[in-house]
């Protein structure tokens, strides 16, 4: 090695080293106050966190808010997060198995509990041989029947690492309980509607029509950094002129561009007006002019869509 290479190599472990020590002392200004702490990998985990745990946690979510959670990378600090967690919870399937895959072997895992938050809860196929094993669509939380699982889940644990708070616990998951079945009630009325289904730009939405009796056709796949191919983008606006299907759902968070090209082709071969609808894959919360909408309030307002695009009176 000459002196070049030598000076190279130096100064790439000097820019580790730096790296890691900011990422470091970023995580240890986090003040460590006696509560439980929580890493969840996403926002529906983490919100359901800190509606059952309440003052006893402290809750971190490693993937930020409204981020695209396919192309999400674990950073130093997400690392030093995880090894000083007491509860680690996580979604299963394919769209958080980076947390098994990539940061739990780096951590120290014996002193926490780790927690899949869909046990109990049966993966549906998503269609998609890009998305993982089997094509399984990871999008639980988006149904409130399958979330109700996961918050019964996350309840569960957060009594075992905190067995003092059982009584404060339970009656905070009450609340949010009541909450996600008067939902489900709800919803199980999207299957009297006069349309078979929705047309939408991300196909996250398939345990929901799983569940309340619909089918979804999605400019794209599961995965929202895909990009949807012209035969399939002709082939949704050939099936909405035959279906008589004149509402496009799209998540405001997200370009709202295959809408766009969905509502003016529509309109261009029939002639009739398209309406164009938000609906929300709940990946954080939601700034709208009515205010901030969580992950509860986004469900409602899905909700909301859907009956409209299905044609539910």
Not at 39 to 64: H, N, Q
Request: charged letters at 20%.
């Amino acid at each position: 090695m000459n002196r070049r290479q030598l000076l190279l190599v130096i100064g790439s472990v000097a820019m580790v080293v730096a790296l890691m020590g900011a990422a470091i002392a970023s995580v240890g200004a986090e003040e460590d106050d006696g509560r439980t702490k929580v890493v969840a990998t996403f926002y529906p985990l983490a919100y359901m966190a800190e509606r059952i745990g309440g003052e006893r946690v402290s809750v971190t979510s490693l993937v930020p808010y409204n981020s695209e959670l396919h192309s999400w990378q674990p950073a130093p600090q997400d690392m030093i997060r995880a090894d000083r967690a007491d509860l680690i919870l996580y979604n299963g399937g394919p769209a958080d198995a980076w947390l098994m895959s990539e940061v739990v072997p780096g951590i120290g895992a014996d002193d926490k509990l780790i927690v899949n938050t869909t046990v109990g809860v049966q993966y549906i196929s998503g269609g998609d041989e890009h998305e993982g094993e089997g094509g399984v669509d990871p999008h639980t939380w988006l149904s409130p029947k399958r979330a109700l699982v996961q918050a019964l889940n996350v309840y569960r644990a957060l009594c075992e690492v905190d067995p003092n708070g059982s009584g404060y616990f339970a009656e905070r998951f009450g609340a949010l309980n009541r909450s996600l079945t008067l939902l489900d009630a709800e919803y199980e009325g999207l299957s009297n509607g006069s349309v078979s289904g929705i047309i939408i730009s991300h196909a996250a939405f398939g345990y929901v029509a799983y569940d309340y009796g619909f089918e979804q056709h999605g400019a794209i796949g599961l995965s929202a950094d895909q990009e949807p191919s012209i035969t399939n983008m002709i082939k949704l606006v050939e099936l909405m002129r035959e279906e008589g299907i004149y509402t496009v759902l799209v998540d405001p968070v997200y370009n709202d561009r295959y809408g766009q090209v969905l509502q003016a082709e529509l309109e261009r071969k029939t002639g009739s007006e398209v309406t164009v609808l938000s609906i929300h894959l709940a990946l954080g919360p939601y700034e709208d002019e009515a205010g901030r909408a969580d992950y509860v309030d986004q469900l409602a307002s899905n909700l909301v869509s859907l009956k409209a695009g299905l044609g539910v009176g």
